[in-house]
Every structure is written in C-alpha cells, then in structure tokens.
C-alpha cells in the first residue's frame, strides 16, 4: 500500500481556510487520493477523492500536484464542527488504509 | 439520508465468549467491510465482504473471526472466543458498487472484553 504522510496536528481559527497537506510520492498512476476525517467518538466519514484534477464538493475542496505526490484538503471556512482526525489515503476501490491522520484542533 | 446502523453501541463480554457484531448496510450498496480501532490507535482494516465471499482479509482476521451476511440486509462480524486484545471499536462500513466510491461507516459497537 503506497504510503502518505501528513502532519501530526495543526491548528486553525474558526470561520478561517484550513488547508491540510499529505505527501505520497509513491503513489502509482491508478491511486485514488481519498480523504476521511474521523470526529470524536465516531466512525470515520467520507470527505472527497480525486485521481489528477482539483475536485470540489460541498465539504471542502482537493488540490492536487500536478506531479501527483502531494494534495492538500482545502475546508474554505472551518467551523467547530470540523475538528476531528483528518486522513489522506491512497487507493484503489477496496479496502481503506489508514495511517495516524492530522489532529485539527479549531478555536473560538 | 441512508445510513449504516450497527448494534449494539456496546458489548461486554467475558474473555473465551463468542460475540456477534451487527451491521445494517445502506440497501443499495453491494460491498462491505469490517474495521476496528484499538483506543488511541490507527482504524484497521479487518474483512471485505462482497457478492457473499469474502473479498479479502487482513493479518488480524484469523480463524476465530468470521462474517456473514445471514440475509438481504445484515452483515455479522463474529468472534468465535475472545480476547482481551479484542477490546476495541469495530466499525461496518458499505459501499455502492465498482469504482472508487467512497464507504459509509457506521457508528461503531465498542467491544470490552473482560
């Protein structure tokens, strides 16, 4: 399973972007880039996938590299609600592997 | 909004029991998984289940874990004689079809084992 990497945790202000990197510079040509966040005492849920061109829904956004080893989860206006565990995972159509995700914390 | 349901939200168990884990998938979806979450830990990928086989399995799904997918619309994840290693969260999760669909998760049943 071809890896990513995200940071630990970050930080944001309530109503601010929040933009979430993840590298995957091992990922093959038929990677989809999915994103999952997990709130607190919850199952994970579904955030956005794309494969090469920028995707947007009414969640957030993804931007990817046009070399395709790095995307970023772009939230356009963060609220309290949208603090929980954010994952970057790499696949096809089966089985979800997740790595530690980034812990985002939003303040008041 | 359809949704994955899964019973009970939590079980206690004595260790060396059997426990059956239940899941309700979305009615359309054709694809279905079984993860878990040790506390404090990274979600594991446990069991993939489609067209009433098994699809593939990971390292932590040995021969005291088994699925079934018993009628149109449960999906049973049990574990034949506990451990207290089986303590966790073990989330269900479905998905429509072919393609890189996105999965829907249940809740979760958090297992003890004691």
């Known amino acids: 399973d071809a890896k990513t990497t995200q940071p630990n945790s970050m930080e944001s202000n309530e109503e601010e972007p929040v933009h979430l990197p993840c590298n995957h510079s091992?990922?093959?040509?038929?990677?989809?880039i999915h994103w999952y966040r997990q709130l607190p005492s919850q199952g994970p849920e579904y955030v956005i996938h794309?494969?090469?061109s920028n995707v947007n829904n009414r969640m957030a956004s993804l931007a990817i590299a046009e070399d395709r080893k790095s995307s970023t989860l772009i939230l356009h206006r963060a609220t309290l609600r949208d603090a929980a565990v954010y994952y970057c995972?790499?696949?096809?159509?089966?089985?979800?592997?997740f790595g530690q995700g980034t812990r985002l914390t939003i303040n008041p | 909004e359809p949704e994955v349901t899964q019973t009970p939200s939590h079980q206690v168990t004595q260790m060396g029991q059997e426990v059956i884990l239940r899941c309700v998938p979305i009615?359309?979806?054709?694809?279905f998984y079984w993860y878990r979450q040790i506390l404090g830990q990274k979600v594991e990928f446990l069991v993939s289940?489609?067209?009433?086989?098994?699809?593939?399995k990971s390292e932590i799904f040995d021969d005291q874990f088994s699925v079934e997918r018993p009628d149109g619309s449960n999906f049973t994840l049990k574990i034949r004689s506990t451990k207290l290693e089986d303590s966790a969260m073990y989330f269900c999760?479905?998905?429509?079809?072919?393609?890189?669909?996105?999965?829907?998760f249940g809740p979760g049943t958090r297992l003890t084992v004691t």
């Open positions: 999760a479905s998905r429509p079809g072919d393609g890189p669909y996105e999965q829907y």
């Open positions: 091992t990922i093959s040509g038929t990677d989809y």
């Open positions: 794309g494969l090469t």
């Open positions: 995972i790499l696949g096809g159509a089966q089985k979800l592997v």
């Open positions: 009615s359309n979806h054709l694809y």
């Open positions: 289940f489609y067209n009433n086989e098994i699809s593939e």
